[in-house]
């Protein structure tokens, strides 16, 4: 999911996605930032696997992943 190098353009494209295709943009906001807060208490827990990419651009891009490929979570 995360490749090693994300464009600022791609994440820009994602979050615009997301927004777009909602129906509340507040409500996506939120969700947003519930998930980089929950990342960043995640990579306290894990200090040895270190993520190159911020806990706000990792949510943006699960998110957008779960909302264009809904069969990810079917498993």
Known sequence: MLNAQVTAQ???KRGESLIRQSTNRYLTTVRIAFRAKQRRFDDFDDLLEESG???VQRAIL???????????LRD
């Open 62 to 72: 699960e998110l957008s992943d779960e909302q264009n490929q809904p069969d990810l």
């Open 53 to 55: 990419a911020k806990p």
């Open 10 to 12: 791609e994440l820009a």
